[in-house]
């Protein structure tokens, strides 16, 4: 399966001097997924599949704004890096259950609901001034998605439409980190917390094609 979504990623710069300046330098978003998944279907009714499978996802997102560069370098200076492109790389099991509602077997519609938890092993920055490159590689947990949507099976072809309902995610301390808040605000308020479940608005198009019969 193919899969593409579009969505913006989180803009909050919270109580950081200029933060105004440094969104009117941004108006340009370029927030995107593209996931690369293997899926095995099993049958367990008439007109109920259940799939499950492993997906490589590679998030790209094109803004302005300072990250934390001291978690590539482990370099405690404070000196203000911007990002101009941030990737990341993940793996993501996943499954899904696919409910048949109008159609024969090989040409119908049918209601979807997809799930899966995903891990990044891969951050990379290029930073928006010299362009200047960093990245490191390390497992750890990133997100979990539910999207429900509707498909439609063309032969061995499936097109699928999905909207994340659910996002729950690991705050990245890439993005986020003590330079965007006041000392006057407590940093608990936020960076205390390890996971938080904001939910932008994200659509999934995808592209199935399936080795069965």
């Known amino acids: 399966m193919l899969g593409y979504a579009a969505y913006e990623e989180d803009r909050r710069l919270f109580q950081l001097p200029g933060r105004q300046e440094i969104w009117n330098m941004d108006e340009i978003s370029n927030d995107y997924d593209f996931m690369l998944t293997f899926n095995k279907e099993w049958k367990l009714f008439k007109h109920l599949d259940f799939a499950t499978g492993l997906g490589y996802i590679r998030s790209h997102h094109n803004f302005f704004r300072?990250?934390?560069?001291?978690?590539?370098?482990?370099?405690?200076?404070?000196?203000?890096?911007?990002?101009?492109?941030?990737?990341?790389?993940?793996?993501?099991?996943?499954?899904?259950?696919?409910?048949?509602?109008?159609?024969?077997?090989?040409?119908?519609?049918?209601?979807?609901?997809?799930?899966?938890?995903?891990?990044?092993?891969?951050?990379?920055?290029?930073?928006?001034?010299?362009?200047?490159?960093?990245?490191?590689?390390?497992?750890?947990?990133?997100?979990?998605?539910?999207?429900?949507?509707?498909?439609?099976?063309?032969?061995?072809?499936?097109?699928?439409?999905?909207y994340r309902l659910f996002h729950l995610y690991k705050i990245d301390r890439v993005l986020f980190f003590s330079v965007l808040f006041s000392e006057r605000q407590p940093l608990e308020d936020f960076l205390a917390q390890d996971y938080e479940r904001l939910n932008p608005t994200k659509i999934w198009f995808s592209v199935e094609y399936s080795l069965n019969e």
């Open 66 to 162: 300072p990250f934390f560069h001291p978690y590539f370098t482990n370099d405690p200076s404070k000196e203000f890096r911007y990002v101009g492109i941030y990737t990341k790389e993940k793996i993501a099991p996943q499954l899904a259950i696919n409910l048949r509602v109008l159609g024969k077997k090989h040409h119908h519609l049918y209601l979807t609901t997809s799930a899966f938890a995903a891990f990044n092993f891969s951050k990379r920055v290029e930073t928006f001034i010299g362009k200047a490159t960093f990245r490191k590689f390390r497992l750890e947990f990133d997100a979990i998605e539910i999207n429900p949507g509707i498909g439609y099976q063309l032969n061995r072809f499936n097109f699928q439409l999905n």
